[in-house]
């Protein structure tokens, strides 16, 4: 089945650099992604990376994707207070389930300090 | 241009009352998904409208759920004889495409925080 793990805690100082990890068991997956979530708001898409892939820069995020071991993660520089948040990770579903669905890990809650 | 919204953003309930919640996706997105977020958790796809098609509705957790989409556009989400463990935020999200190809990134209303007393 498909299955999307993810760390549920991160705690950085203001100014570091923030990794977030998440692993999925579908191989089939053909895109990836990372939402951000912040307190009573809806889930706003951060990035994606196709599955044929391995790097993706966007400004101050990174995404790393080795479909290998299916481990994905998301790496913030010089991360800021605003960046507190939940940050999911989410597949799309493969030709199993249908290409329709997200499969979302349960969300790691970042924390910055200063 | 305006994003997905959802109506209404709280709604309180009591156990075994039906309730309705809306959803307005972006202007021109053919597909239309419905997800669950329970406390602490991911979220769960309920439901999936893509055009004139039968809706997915592989994710939805019992027959007391059921959604339609009206004229391609806007669509409700009617839980009737509501429970407590039903209570979570109920999310919606359109894309501009369907399938496997680029164009079907996700986006996300507020939300509806549903409480069932």
């Known amino acids: 089945g498909e299955d999307v793990e993810q760390s549920l805690f991160l705690s950085v100082r203001e100014g570091d650099s923030s990794v977030i990890n998440c692993t999925y068991t579908?191989?089939?997956?053909?895109?990836l992604y990372w939402y951000k979530q912040e307190p009573g708001a809806g889930l706003q898409l951060l990035t994606y990376?196709?599955?044929?892939?391995d790097m993706k820069q966007d400004q101050r995020l990174t995404v790393l994707l080795n479909k290998k071991d299916k481990h994905l993660s998301l790496r913030i520089a010089d991360t800021q207070t605003g960046d507190s948040a939940i940050y999911f990770c989410?597949?799309?579903?493969?030709?199993?389930?249908?290409?329709?669905?997200?499969?979302f890990g349960a969300g790691t809650r970042l924390a910055v300090h200063p | 241009g305006a994003g997905v919204s959802q109506s209404p953003s709280n709604k309180v309930t009591e156990k075994g009352k039906d309730v309705e919640l809306r959803c307005d996706p972006i202007?021109?997105?053919?597909?239309l998904y419905w997800y669950r977020q329970s406390l602490g958790q991911g979220l769960e796809f309920l439901i999936y409208?893509?055009?004139?098609?039968?809706?997915?509705k592989s994710g939805l957790p019992s027959d007391r759920f059921s959604a339609e989409r009206t004229g391609g556009s806007v669509s409700t989400l009617t839980i009737q004889r509501t429970q407590q463990e039903d209570s979570a935020v109920y999310l919606c999200?359109?894309?501009?495409?369907?399938?496997?190809?680029?164009?079907?990134?996700?986006?996300f209303g507020p939300g509806t925080r549903l409480t069932v007393t």
């Open positions: 409208f893509q055009g004139n098609s039968a809706p997915d």
């Open positions: 999200a359109s894309s501009p495409l369907s399938g496997r190809g680029l164009g079907n990134e996700q986006y």
């Open positions: 989410a597949e799309r579903g493969g030709p199993s389930g249908g290409y329709n669905k997200l499969i």
């Open positions: 202007s021109g997105h053919t597909a």
């Open positions: 579908d191989s089939s997956s053909t895109y």
């Open positions: 990376i196709f599955s044929n892939m």
